[in-house]
């Protein structure tokens, strides 16, 4: 069987939106994650993170921060049994980027460079590979790499996408998902 992940957004997926979370005593988990990413290991899955960050496009924090905030944050996943494979982050922005910053980048969602490079790095097959999100670039991206099923949660995009998605209102509904294929 060829490799597969699930791809998750951070922001809204793994934890609750703040706006910018660049603290750990900000990070709130979202119901159901630590389930759902326990589930998806188990059947095979890889766990891979895959999210924007114009936080720091913006100046508003620096990517030391963010490397310090996911440390912590894989620690708290590793204590309820989740290993993540991989954490790709995008730090650019086009039009709100300062510096170094200001720029497209093929891993700013709904560019799909996030999702391809963990195919590479870790033989995944995106066909068989899903994405949790809760933003139309999350669903844009996972549609522009073949994967084989999006799910879009409730909530942050509230007109919904164009692409091809599965709505859902929580994280279990993902999981039963793949509970139920297998």
Not at 75 to 95: I, K, N, S, W
Not at 147 to 158: N, P, V, Y
Not at 160 to 166: A, D
């Amino acid at each position: 069987m060829s490799g597969r992940a699930l791809f998750l957004d951070r922001d809204g997926v793994v934890n609750e939106e703040v706006g910018y979370l660049h603290r750990a005593e900000e990070v709130r988990f979202v119901a159901g994650i630590f389930s759902l990413c326990r589930t998806a290991a188990r059947l095979g899955y890889r766990l891979i993170v895959v999210t924007n960050q114009a936080g720091i496009a913006r100046g508003y924090y620096t990517e030391s921060d963010f490397h310090l905030l996911t440390e912590f944050m894989r620690q708290q996943l590793l204590a309820e049994g989740v290993l993540l494979d991989a954490v790709y982050f995008c730090p650019f922005h086009p039009e709100h980027g300062v510096g170094e910053y200001r720029r497209e980048h093929e891993d700013r969602k709904p560019g799909t460079g996030m999702l391809r490079r963990g195919a590479r790095e870790f033989g995944v097959e995106l066909t068989a590979s899903v994405m949790v999100g809760d933003r139309c670039s999350d669903v844009a991206a996972a549609n522009s790499a073949g994967l084989r099923q999006a799910f879009l949660i409730s909530g942050t995009e509230t007109a919904g996408c164009s692409g091809e998605y599965l709505p859902v209102q929580s994280l279990a509904e993902v999981e039963q998902w793949l509970v139920e294929r297998g």
